[in-house]
């Protein structure tokens, strides 16, 4: 779901920049085709406090970090 809720924030984020997003590379998208990810894992992780209140995690750019 996280996956999901990221990849439209990001969308977002480059057409309110107004960066060129084509509409072919949105529809093969899929916070699904990720074969490294073991779903089947028990898995444990610190969550901070602003993502469990519903807040977004910063945006890494690989330039900077920004808050969504």
Known sequence: MWNTIYTAEVLDY???NQIEVSPDDVARLSPLKYKHINM???YQF???DSVRQGK???LNLGHGE???
Do not use: E
């Open 56 to 58: 977004m995690r910063r």
């Open 66 to 68: 920004i808050y969504l």
């Open 46 to 48: 610190s969550m901070p």
């Open 14 to 16: 480059l057409r309110f």
């Open 40 to 42: 089947l894992g028990c």
